[in-house]
């Protein structure tokens, strides 16, 4: 591996934690150049909801690469791209009576933020963004400003104007966060001001798997209604399908003013993100907002494909939710059987949960001493603190089973390493 070291820039992060060169993926299995064999709770950190190399898409991208259909086609007309809104229409929006314009925007998630900060204070004429505590959106300029994490804001190397931060749900315990929000909206001198927009996950992935309320999210659109300001649901790692529905806010029967979508929107792990915004929203220029690689063809097809495949009735929503009920059973288990509360708490929703510990220290123990078991597994939250379940959504019961079994030996084995250092 001294090629990574010699040549790949210190900004290198994952592979610190998983010191292997993988050769081969298959669902929810990775294979290492030894043969090695692990199981995946990391789904390439949301992108690969479908699995690695899904056979379903992969011959859909094999014949339209022997077709000699477009690769790129910057924001063209492609028969790749019709197809793909047409599914996009029929499966996801429609359905769900959702009335959005469709922007294609540079292939990640942060692209896609991006767009979405220009649009509220285009629409507006306003500027300060709206984001809350824990919140992670991306770490390019516009993004970096509206995450939480100082980490990633102090990279940038310039002061993150344009933003204000107020609490996420569950922030200050019991206590209504958002009256404190409307509180400082009414207050000229609270120094909020008016916000063009409100950014927002329903649950924060990187945030440390926090889950806002139904209540809660149905009273931030409320408070946005009242004060003219427009609702971003940040739905890039949350969203297709990873909640348990296609997008993460259906069960809270709101109505977002955009969305943001990106990671396993590709279907494949091919980069592709979209900005869903309401009509009486699209007042861009042509080309006012563009990208090169905004055109990815290879990303509509798989795309496409992932639409077909999953969500063309309810019956891959129901297996998601029943995966996510196996999980959140065996971690209230594994809560139960080592200590209880007082030493870990039970994070996240649909197959996106963890476990929280008392700081990064326990938690990256657990993680590291998962890999040498075979299970690739992540933390998330300001201190790396929570144990993160982020496997493909596709993954068979009983390799999700065995990751599990893995999980609860690890957090056994951490904790009892702690008492006895303790004693």
Known sequence: MGIFKDLESNVRGYCRSFPVTFVKAQNATLTDSEGNEYIDFLGGAGTLNYGHNNPAFKQALIDYIEADGMTHGLDMHTDAKAAFLEAFRDLILEPRNMDYKVQFTGPTG????????????????????????????????????????GYYKKASGLPTTGVQFMPYDGYLGDFNTLEYLEKALEDGSSGLGHPAGVIVECIQGEGGLNVASKEWMQGLQAICKKYDMLLIVDDIQAGCGRSGTFFSFEEFGIEPDVITLSKSLGGYGLPMAVVLLKEELDIWGPGEHNGTFRGNNHAFVTARRALEEYWSDYRFAEEVQHKASVIRRRLKEIQA??????????????????????NGDIAGAITELAFERNLVIETSGSDGQVVKILTPLTIEESTLSAGLDILEKCVKDVLAQQVSKAS
């Open 337 to 358: 059987e080592n200590g209880g509360t007082s030493k870990m708490k039970h994070k996240g929703r649909g197959i996106m949960q963890g476990l929280e510990f008392a």
């Open 110 to 149: 942060t692209n896609a933020v991006e767009a979405a900060l220009k649009v509220a204070r285009k629409n507006t004429g306003r500027q300060t963004i709206l984001s809350f505590t824990n919140g992670f959106h991306g770490v390019t300029q516009g993004s970096a400003a509206v995450t939480g994490n």
